[in-house]
């Protein structure tokens, strides 16, 4: 089993910054990609960022500019902490962040698996 433990959430007025970190352990391998997605009530779960064990980086167009997702160890293959610091936080980035991690193999040729953390809450308000 994988988990995926998430942290750095919390309230922050607009214009401030917030830094998410998600940590993955259990029994893994390897992983392809680590992210973060976000989750207001009555709308769909959507992408805000994602990084793979290869360093390249994926944004949405709402955060592209005010968010950095990063990851430790960047240039190594091997892919289990990734961070996202976000400034220029607006009212609209409220939301449950979660962390999610794709293609996750347990050991060398098993079939790839997706986790997800438990959320953690951003709010931006004055």
């Known amino acids: 089993q994988v988990q995926l433990e998430e942290s750095g959430g919390g309230f922050v007025q607009p214009g401030g910054s917030l830094r998410l970190s998600c940590v993955a352990s259990?029994?893994?391998?390897?992983?392809?990609?680590m992210g973060w997605y976000r989750k207001v009530p009555g709308k769909q779960r959507e992408l805000v960022a994602t990084i793979t064990s290869g360093d390249t980086t994926n944004y949405s167009d709402s955060v592209k500019g005010r968010f950095t997702i990063s990851r430790d160890d960047a240039g190594k293959t091997y892919l289990n902490t990734v961070h996202l610091l976000m400034s220029s936080l607006k009212p609209e980035d409220t939301a449950v962040y979660y962390c999610?991690?794709?293609?996750?193999?347990?050991?060398?040729?098993?079939?790839?698996?997706?986790?997800w953390g438990q959320g953690t809450q951003v709010s931006v308000s004055s």
């Open positions: 259990g029994s893994i391998f390897s992983v392809n990609t």
């Open positions: 999610h991690a794709a293609g996750v193999h347990s050991r060398l040729g098993s079939r790839p698996q997706d986790y």
